[in-house]
């Protein structure tokens, strides 16, 4: 492992030239661009030991709400699993997590808060003694001192306390907090993870998200303020989801033909990538309990494939289907997102530490935007989003190798796709929310993990990566994400002249 970490420093400093190390017996090494895979060339900064990288990105199966695996599983006991991955998979220690910001929309804020804190208690954090103690080596006195010596995750723990003195245990260390940007909850869970890394308020944290459809149902304000009569835009935030859906279609002309085949070709990618085995890299399987509902008999179960794919979904049944929103409408069950329960984390940390850990690089956070965007259509946010995002990496759009546009309904994801122009085979390649399911928090947290996966298997012919959505009361957010080991052939260093 030392020889690994040496290695990858000297590629480090290979990457970072400085004028200090130019000599005149070797080629000056200095930064330029990249030809990794098939991506227009890309400028990388010097420095770039301070990227943000992703590290792991896991998330549980998704599962139809009130009908699905999860229909009787606590929100606590769904998200614990996936911190646990992270942290399990990669031998970080929990202790050094800075902090944990998970997605969550529909609960009530502070009953989700306390959920979440139960989860990351389950889940082994916060590194807190009782926890370290099960790692105990070794204990012994010495000099009047007691000695406790613990590995756990094969870091060493040491604590040390006088005889004389009062026997205190070592505090808690890692907090959490939830985040409610609606449909891009775990997306921006994640970017103000990464946000806070770059700030250098930690080094290493956790973006997660979470929902439970089954407890926490869709539902309007109870009671309006009379001032929005007066203000149509803040009257159009009221909007429920499906109208606005409608609105887009009529506005854009986007056809009921078009949204039923969208939705076909959703189910098929997704039924083709779970065939052929692509999201068990992704997939964290979920030990729990179902509940019979004619029996009431409890049974044991482990969840991990997504239950809402329908293979079979063709354009004739699609085409019976009756408007759900209006009634002379073309949005329909079929044709919009899922009700869904899951939940999803990602680990992401400073470059350079990462690789001091010796740890694989599965993404770079390159970039992250949110835009306001008419509530009245609130779905074509990624439309507006995603050049945004895209410009602020230095980027164009056709320099984005993948696309990951979450389905809330494809009267907008068709929007969306046909008005920037995009290629369908870069888009949504394992299929999406109508075939997958739209867990509103989860969902920015899945898309990276679903993302990177596909990166990862593509190889140098996916570099960079965009994951965007719409979101309620009208806007949009995007992600620029870049495959972690473009850079391991120093196809960003050119010999230069003296």
Same mark, same amino acid.
């Given at each position: 492992?030392?020889?690994?970490?040496?290695?990858?420093?000297?590629?480090?400093?290979?990457?970072?030239?400085?004028?200090?190390?130019?000599?005149?017996?070797?080629?000056?090494?200095?930064?330029?661009?990249?030809?990794?895979?098939?991506?227009?060339?890309?400028?990388?900064?010097?420095?770039?030991?301070?990227?943000?990288?992703?590290?792991?990105?896991?998330?549980?199966?998704?599962?139809?709400?009130?009908?699905?695996?999860?229909?009787?599983?606590?929100?606590?006991?769904?998200?614990?699993?996936?911190?646990?991955?992270?942290?399990?998979?990669?031998?970080?220690?929990?202790?050094?997590?800075?902090?944990?910001?998970?997605?969550?929309?529909?609960?009530?804020?502070?009953?989700?808060?306390?959920?979440?804190?139960?989860?990351?208690?389950?889940?082994?954090?916060?590194?807190?003694?009782?926890?370290?103690?099960?790692?105990?080596?070794?204990?012994?006195?010495?000099?009047?001192?007691?000695?406790?010596?613990?590995?756990?995750?094969?870091?060493?723990?040491?604590?040390?306390?006088?005889?004389?003195?009062?026997?205190?245990?070592?505090?808690?260390?890692?907090?959490?907090?939830?985040?409610?940007?609606?449909?891009?909850?775990?997306?921006?869970?994640?970017?103000?993870?990464?946000?806070?890394?770059?700030?250098?308020?930690?080094?290493?944290?956790?973006?997660?998200?979470?929902?439970?459809?089954?407890?926490?149902?869709?539902?309007?304000?109870?009671?309006?303020?009379?001032?929005?009569?007066?203000?149509?835009?803040?009257?159009?935030?009221?909007?429920?989801?499906?109208?606005?859906?409608?609105?887009?279609?009529?506005?854009?002309?986007?056809?009921?033909?078009?949204?039923?085949?969208?939705?076909?070709?959703?189910?098929?990618?997704?039924?083709?990538?779970?065939?052929?085995?692509?999201?068990?890299?992704?997939?964290?399987?979920?030990?729990?309990?179902?509940?019979?509902?004619?029996?009431?008999?409890?049974?044991?179960?482990?969840?991990?494939?997504?239950?809402?794919?329908?293979?079979?979904?063709?354009?004739?049944?699609?085409?019976?289907?009756?408007?759900?929103?209006?009634?002379?409408?073309?949005?329909?069950?079929?044709?919009?997102?899922?009700?869904?329960?899951?939940?999803?984390?990602?680990?992401?940390?400073?470059?350079?530490?990462?690789?001091?850990?010796?740890?694989?690089?599965?993404?770079?956070?390159?970039?992250?935007?949110?835009?306001?965007?008419?509530?009245?259509?609130?779905?074509? =946010?990624? /439309?507006? &989003?995603?050049?945004?995002?895209?410009? $602020?990496? *230095?980027?164009?759009?056709?320099?984005?190798? %993948?696309? !990951?546009?979450?389905?809330?309904?494809?009267?907008?994801?068709?929007?969306?796709?046909?008005?920037?122009?995009?290629?369908?085979?870069?888009?949504?390649?394992? =299929?999406? /929310?109508? &075939?997958?399911?739209?867990?509103?928090? $989860?969902? *920015?947290?899945?898309?990276?993990?679903?993302? %990177?996966? !596909?990166?990862?298997?593509?190889?140098?012919?996916?570099?960079?990566?965009?994951?965007?959505?719409?979101?309620?009361?009208?806007?949009?957010?995007?992600?620029?994400?870049?495959?972690?080991?473009?850079?391991?052939?120093?196809?960003?260093?050119?010999?230069?002249?003296?």
């Amino acid at each position: 492992m030392e020889k690994a970490i040496n290695r990858q420093k000297v590629l480090l400093a290979h990457l970072q030239p400085s004028s200090q190390s130019q000599t005149r017996e070797s080629p000056i090494l200095s930064a330029s661009t990249c030809g990794a895979g098939d991506s227009a060339a890309y400028q990388r900064a010097a420095a770039f030991g301070d990227d943000v990288v992703i590290v792991a990105a896991y998330r549980t199966a998704i599962c139809k709400s009130k009908r699905g695996g999860f229909k009787d599983t606590h929100p606590d006991d769904l998200l614990a699993p996936v911190l646990k991955a992270v942290i399990d998979k990669t031998n970080v220690d929990p202790s050094e997590v800075g902090d944990i910001v998970v997605g969550t929309v529909l609960a009530p804020g502070s009953q989700r808060a306390i959920e979440c804190r139960m989860a990351a208690f389950y889940a082994g954090f916060p590194g807190n003694f009782a926890a370290i103690l099960h790692h105990l080596l070794i204990i012994f006195p010495q000099n009047n001192r007691i000695f406790l010596v613990c590995a756990p995750r094969m870091n060493l723990h040491i604590f040390c306390w006088n005889y004389s003195s009062r026997f205190v245990i070592p505090p808690d260390t890692v907090p959490i907090r939830t985040v409610n940007r609606q449909c891009s909850s775990g997306l921006q869970a994640v970017a103000d993870v990464a946000g806070s890394i770059k700030a250098g308020f930690y080094d290493i944290g956790i973006g997660a998200g979470l929902e439970c459809m089954t407890i926490d149902n869709i539902r309007g304000a109870k009671k309006y303020n009379p001032r929005i009569e007066s203000f149509v835009q803040a009257r159009d935030c009221l909007l429920p989801m499906g109208l606005t859906s409608e609105n887009v279609a009529q506005r854009y002309g986007v056809t009921r033909l078009e949204q039923d085949q969208a939705a076909v070709d959703s189910h098929q990618k997704a039924a083709a990538a779970t065939v052929a085995g692509k999201f068990k890299d992704e997939i964290i399987p979920v030990s729990t309990k179902i509940l019979d509902p004619k029996t009431g008999k409890e049974m044991s179960v482990m969840i991990s494939v997504d239950d809402g794919i329908r293979p079979n979904t063709n354009i004739a049944d699609l085409s019976k289907l009756k408007p759900a929103f209006k009634k002379d409408g073309s949005t329909t069950a079929g044709n919009a997102s899922q009700v869904s329960d899951g939940a999803g984390a990602v680990l992401l940390m400073k470059r350079s530490l990462a690789v001091q850990k010796g740890l694989p690089i599965l993404g770079v956070f390159r970039s992250f935007a949110a835009v306001g965007v008419d509530p009245a259509v609130m779905g074509i =946010g990624p /439309a507006v &989003a995603i050049p945004a995002a895209v410009k $602020a990496a *230095g980027l164009e759009l056709a320099d984005i190798d %993948l696309f !990951e546009i979450n389905e809330a309904f494809a009267s907008q994801f068709v929007y969306c796709r046909k008005k920037l122009e995009l290629d369908p085979e870069k888009v949504n390649v394992n =299929g999406g /929310a109508m &075939a997958l399911g739209h867990p509103l928090g $989860a969902t *920015g947290a899945r898309c990276v993990a679903t993302l %990177l996966h !596909e990166m990862k298997r593509r190889g140098r012919d996916a570099r960079f990566g965009v994951i965007s959505m719409c979101i309620g009361s009208g806007m949009g957010a995007a992600a620029v994400l870049e495959r972690g080991d473009c850079v391991d052939e120093l196809n960003n260093a050119r010999s230069v002249g003296n």
